[in-house]
């Protein structure tokens, strides 16, 4: 295996994981994407960051989308070398719009760009890979497929995934609070209980087939099936804008839930002019970006 090519770029799509009901399974991707572009160079790496992360994120080899790239190289027994790398991030960093899964795949794509067989690194091995960079595969399988998906891992350990139908016309909002707001995954998961009640967990285990109808074509079934009692009330200490939000927007009739671990608010529907100008008055950000049905792909 040889490096084949000057140049490779990629577009990798935002996501959202749980989705209400489907704690660490169900995940979505939205028209809204990170774009990185890398070329093989003869000295050291170096990274170009434009938008979100720039002056704070690394600028070398320590950089996910670089060490994603190497790790790409290593699994199909190809040359490294050193890149220049220009990446112009959109996604929010701990928004829970799966920033961290976006730039492992982006980095294992742009490895598959760069490949005299970039047959070798296909997408169930970029699964693979970046689920091991991420930890867990919510997030990963809607960035590498597109679509909405639903993951799990085996008794081995080994992660998996499977398209879930979804009407690819559902209206979808994502409300992005100021950008002082942030919260790690790792923060949002500490305030979460070792056992639940079994009669929580029987509730999300039907919410979340209802949620998979209404995602299919069934919108009048969407406020029932974005309920949830396992993970968000949980989260109210560690998010208490973003669940007022979603607590006001769902006593108004729309399926809103937390998106990933927070803090960024999902809603399963277009919102009102005014609830969207209210919004924006308080520093939040309204995107209405589509679901992307494609997932990453080299450009």
Excluded at 27 to 43: I, L, N, Q, S, T
Excluded at 99 to 112: D, E, K, N, Y
Excluded at 123 to 137: Q, R, S
Excluded at 276 to 286: D, Y
């Amino acid at each position: 295996m040889r490096l084949a090519n000057e140049r490779a770029a990629v577009r990798v799509p935002a996501t959202t994981a749980n989705m209400g009901p489907g704690f660490d399974s169900f995940g979505m991707a939205f028209r809204y994407y990170d774009e990185v572009e890398v070329r093989p160079v003869v000295g050291p790496t170096s990274v170009t960051v434009e938008g979100v992360g720039a002056g704070t994120v690394p600028t070398d080899d320590s950089n996910l989308v670089v060490r994603a790239l190497r790790a790409g190289l290593d699994a199909v027994g190809a040359p490294q070398a050193g890149f220049e790398m220009r990446c112009v991030n959109r996604i929010p960093h701990g928004g829970g719009m799966g920033s961290s899964a976006s730039a492992a795949v982006a980095g294992l794509m742009l490895a598959r760009g760069l490949l005299s067989e970039p047959a070798a690194l296909d997408n169930d091995l970029v699964f693979a890979l970046a689920t091991g960079f991420e930890g867990h595969p919510d997030n990963v399988a809607p960035a590498v497929f597109g679509g909405a998906t639903v993951a799990w891992t085996d008794a081995q350990g080994v992660p998996h995934c499977a398209p879930m139908p979804v009407d690819a016309s559902l209206p979808v909002s994502l409300l992005v609070p100021p950008a002082t707001t942030r919260l790690s995954t790792e923060e949002a998961r500490k305030v979460l209980p070792e056992r639940v009640p079994r009669a929580d967990a029987l509730f999300n285990t039907s919410r979340a087939a209802v949620l998979m109808l209404a995602l299919a074509g069934r919108p009048d079934l969407l406020m029932a099936g974005t309920e949830d009692r396992l993970h968000q009330d949980y989260r109210r200490e560690v998010l208490p804008a973003s669940m007022a939000v979603m607590d006001s927007l769902r006593e108004q009739g729309y399926p809103a839930v937390i998106s990933g671990a927070g803090p960024t608010v999902l809603v399963l529907a277009d919102l009102a002019q005014q609830t969207r100008f209210t919004l924006e008055r308080h520093g939040w950000t309204v995107l209405r970006p589509g679901i992307d049905a494609v997932g990453a792909r080299l450009i």
